[in-house]
């Protein structure tokens, strides 16, 4: 698969999972809320696979915390019942995931 | 020599009571002063409405649990929830849910590092504030399902009451609708299925007993399916398809259901 066409999965599913993540903390109120943080691995995990596929250098880089900075913004006002306080970790969220991938 | 005696506290009929014991009775008379101390707490089980029997070594693991929890910890309420109670032998740990006055989620860690030590077991904690659990009984499908089955270290009443309370049910929404677009692996499927299964269940007011849920989720695919979900094994592309399908319809009737409810 293209680079292109992985970087676009991969950021989908990044968004996802960040998304299911900052539910977990926005959300703490939930009695399930350990359980969606188990959801954000399970999807982390796939995009690991993605992640692994390829070679990324800093232009790749620069183009997969762009997007996904755009998707889980998106994401996340569409999701209107996470609580308030969603897009106040957003970026820290984005920085932390994108280390333990080695993109940052 | 110190001057001690151990007994077990009896019922009287306006207070409960010791005896001091006969071969005492020189030692302790009327009119001395005596301390009296917790030495160690009587564990009671109380079982779920509906839960069968389980078997000796059950109960007394059980009761082993409540007592070092009792001890250690101080807790005044104490579930255990699960596949523990109703699988013989498939479960897969030990659910155990603390009503406490106020959650601290290294507390949990605690918990769960000390029971691993004394027991050699794998186990799930969960801590809930007492009201929260009372809130969480009326609007949440799940923690409803949770507690079809229990047992409890003192007689409790799950209420029948529920809410439908949109903002919630849509947090539980998140993962079946994002399984409509991403592929995760088998169980994925299942937990989602089995969730919107009981969302469906509560919304219509039926019962959400786990077996009457499993067996909601075996009717809607083949045998082979269903236990290569469960198991968490390889499927093919059509029967991702399939299951697409299946999610799509559930929540399509979800969605209809809580458009009149609270937000």
Redesign the interface.
């Known amino acids: 698969m293209g680079k292109n066409k992985d970087i676009h999965k991969l950021t989908n599913l990044m968004t996802k999972a960040l998304r299911h993540k900052i539910g977990s903390i926005v959300n703490k109120d939930e009695f399930y809320a350990n359980k969606y943080v188990k959801d954000a691995e399970v999807i982390m995990k796939e995009a690991e696979k993605v992640l692994l596929r390829q070679n990324w250098n800093d232009h790749d880089k620069g183009k997969i915390r762009e997007q996904l900075r755009i998707k889980l913004r998106k994401e996340l006002e569409q999701k209107d019942f996470l609580h308030n306080g969603k897009f106040e970790i957003m970026n820290e969220e984005i920085d932390k995931a994108l280390k333990k991938f080695g993109l940052f | 020599m110190e001057t001690k005696f151990i007994k077990t506290v009896s019922k009287g009929s306006r207070f409960n009571q010791i005896y001091v014991p006969k071969s005492m009775e020189s030692l302790i008379e009327v009119g001395d002063k005596v301390e009296v101390r917790l030495v160690k707490k009587l564990i009671e089980i109380h079982y779920s409405k509906g839960l069968k029997e389980l078997s000796q070594f059950k109960e007394n693991l059980i009761k082993s649990i409540f007592s070092f929890l009792n001890e250690n910890f101080d807790f005044h309420t104490m579930f255990i929830v699960g596949s523990f109670l109703t699988e013989k032998i498939d479960y897969n740990d030990i659910d155990i849910v603390i009503i406490a006055d106020k959650k601290d989620e290294n507390f949990e860690e605690e918990i769960y590092n000390k029971l691993i030590e004394k027991f050699n077991l794998k186990f799930h904690v ?1 801590i ?1 504030e007492e009201k ?2 009372w809130r ?1 009984l009326k609007i ?1 499908p ?2 409803k399902a949770m507690f079809s089955n229990f047992v409890c270290n003192k007689p409790i009443k799950i209420p029948n009451e529920s809410l439908v309370n ?3 049910i ?3 929404l ?2 079946p609708y ?1 399984l409509l ?5 088998s169980r ?1 499927f299942f937990d989602s299925l089995r969730r919107l299964i009981t969302i469906k269940r509560f919304l219509k007011n039926k019962s959400l007993g786990i077996a009457e849920i499993n067996e909601e989720l075996k009717m809607l695919m083949a045998d082979f399916l269903y236990k290569k979900i469960r198991d968490n094994e390889e499927i093919e592309k059509n029967s991702i398809n399939f299951l697409r399908e299946i999610l799509k319809s559930k929540l399509k009737i979800i969605e209809d259901l809580i458009k009149n409810g609270e937000e």
């Open positions: 969960l809930i929260k659990f969480l949440c799940l923690t949109k903002n919630h849509k947090f539980l998140m993962m994002d677009e991403i592929r995760l692996n994925s």
